[in-house]
């Protein structure tokens, strides 16, 4: 059972838009920056999102992350084929004390 | 461009040791945090533990602490991950991943590597 709470899975067609939600705490996202990322399976994990909002170079804008209180949000529009991966967010919990990680969100393009 | 070379993994009895590095170039080593974090076959990403730029501060996952213990070497921009009384849920690839925040915090991981396969099997 993960810290963190996504949904399994997400799909749409292709050029149209998925929001993937995490759930979380106060201890958690509700006081630390969240990052979200990319996993082709059998690739290592590529970093979306960092500290809630920003984008590493090379993101196109295409890709968003926002949060609200315990929660965060990865936004994709323009949906592409290429985009079929797991997702994960993860962030800081200060009560554990550790790095806490969803259990990934598999986004499929119809 | 991050850059990050883990190696180390192999095939290994429960209850024996390992020894991680993670050699990384593209940055300045000494003002970033390290983590590790490990992947079990078909499973989602488990983070490991993290060392502050300067080897000050360590955490660990609840999962490995007593067990694993990260290290550095900012003279050679490596970063260690010393494994022991290894047990068949260890068996994961293990990546280790910058992290974004300049002198420690947490901001996000930047992973430049492939990862190094860790198989404990009798």
């Known amino acids: 059972q993960s810290v963190l709470t996504q949904p399994p899975s997400v799909s749409a067609a292709p050029g149209q838009m998925v929001t993937i939600s995490c759930f979380g705490s106060s201890s958690n996202i509700g006081n630390n920056y969240v990052s979200w990322y990319r996993q082709v399976p059998g690739t290592a994990p590529k970093l979306l999102i960092y500290?809630?909002?920003k984008r590493p170079s090379g993101i196109p804008d295409r890709l968003s992350g926002s949060k609200s209180g315990t929660s965060a949000t990865l936004g994709i529009t323009g949906l592409q084929t290429g985009d079929e991966a797991d997702y994960y967010c993860?962030?800081?919990?200060?009560?554990?004390?550790?790095?806490?990680f969803g259990g990934g969100t598999k986004v499929t393009v119809l | 461009q991050v850059h990050l070379v883990e190696s180390g993994g192999g095939v290994v009895q429960p209850g024996t040791s390992l020894r991680l590095s993670c050699a990384a170039s593209g940055f300045s080593f000494s003002s970033y945090g390290m983590h590790w974090v490990r992947q079990a076959p078909g499973k989602g990403l488990e983070w490991v533990a993290v060392?502050?730029?300067?080897?000050?501060?360590?955490y660990y996952a609840d999962s490995v602490k007593g067990r694993f213990i990260i290290s550095r070497d900012n003279s050679q921009h490596t970063v260690y991950l010393q494994m022991i009384s290894l047990r068949a849920e260890d068996t994961a690839i293990y990546y280790c991943a910058k992290d974004v925040a300049e002198y420690g915090g947490y901001g996000g991981m930047d992973y430049g590597g492939q990862g190094t396969l860790v198989t404990v099997s009798s």
């Open positions: 060392i502050w730029f300067d080897g000050g501060d360590k």
């Open positions: 500290e809630d909002i």
């Open positions: 993860g962030t800081w919990d200060i009560s554990l004390r550790a790095v806490v």
